[in-house]
């Protein structure tokens, strides 16, 4: 899943890809690059990050999910607002990708049951100005499976049929660095809810605290390539910004299991 950032403000390209035009030019370079989804964007939740206006949030992403939509590829719209995910599904978008999971808006979940899309529920314990407050876990692999449980829980009573629900266990979200290494190590324990596993590594800043060099956020890019590969057993799809170092650790393992084969 390669990430399209629609603002000016996301921490790892914040405004490199705001217009329009732009926007829809690395959709593209990316699904050239090899990635099978794109994730469209248009409001951070980088730590501290502000809310953004509804009709904002629709003006910046809603030509960019038709573009890409029409050129066939497969869209997510990274969103917490039901009416955001409404008006991008209509627009072309098949999957709904919220980093709340559902808790941010009450009516998310009937609106993608609605509309019959795929839902990647994350696990989140609030918006961006007080996430790093709440860090705070008995056993946060324990924690995020109980609290991921309730949400997919409560999508279903919604109507969202479960073969359409992803689960994410929101790394950097309310976690500081050894709860995302943690939750890493233990993407089995995340699976056994039964549901696919989505894993959004790309440039956060746990990396960084292990190989920041003087090419700030991009210097993440080898670290989340690695974990892309390592995890390619455990999960449905990784979510990254750089898409081509991802696609060429995945091809490398391939060529290894092939002549294992």
């Known amino acids: 899943m390669g990430v399209l950032n629609v603002t000016p403000d996301s921490f790892s390209d914040g405004g490199r890809y705001f217009t329009t035009a732009d926007a829809i030019a690395h959709g593209r370079e990316l699904v050239a690059e090899g990635a099978d989804i794109i994730d469209v964007g248009g ?33 997510s719209v990274d969103t ?27 009516g998310m979940a009937a609106v993608v049951a609605a509309l019959d899309a795929t839902f990647v529920i994350s696990h989140w314990r609030g918006h961006s100005t007080v ?20 949400q997919t829980s409560a999508a ?20 500081r660095g050894p709860h995302n290494w943690a939750l890493l ?3 089995d324990t995340l699976a056994s809810l039964g549901f696919p596993v989505m894993v959004g590594v790309s440039r956060k800043r746990f ?29 449905w799809a990784v979510r990254v910004h750089d898409v081509a170092a991802s696609r060429v650790a995945l091809d490398v393992l391939a060529a290894v299991r092939s002549a294992r084969d």
């Open 131 to 150: 996430m790093e407050d709440r860090a705070e876990y008995a056993d946060v692999v324990e924690d995020v499976v109980r609290e991921l449980r309730a």
């Open 185 to 187: 190590a233990h993407l």
């Open 43 to 75: 409001e951070s939740t980088r730590p501290g990050a502000s809310r953004v206006a509804l009709d904002e949030e629709l003006r910046r992403i809603l030509p960019v999910v038709e573009a890409l939509a029409g050129d066939g590829t497969t869209v």
């Open 80 to 106: 917490m607002n039901a009416s955001t995910a409404r008006a991008a599904v209509e627009a072309g978008a098949s999957i709904v990708n919220d980093v709340s999971g559902g808790l941010a808006d009450e």
């Open 156 to 175: 279903i009573a919604a109507g969202v049929e479960p073969a359409r629900i992803i689960v994410d266990p929101g790394l950097g979200f309310a976690k």
């Open 207 to 235: 990396l960084g605290e292990l190989v920041e060099d003087d090419r700030g956020v991009e210097g993440r890019d080898l670290p989340t390539a690695v974990l892309s590969a390592l995890l390619a057993d455990d999960v």
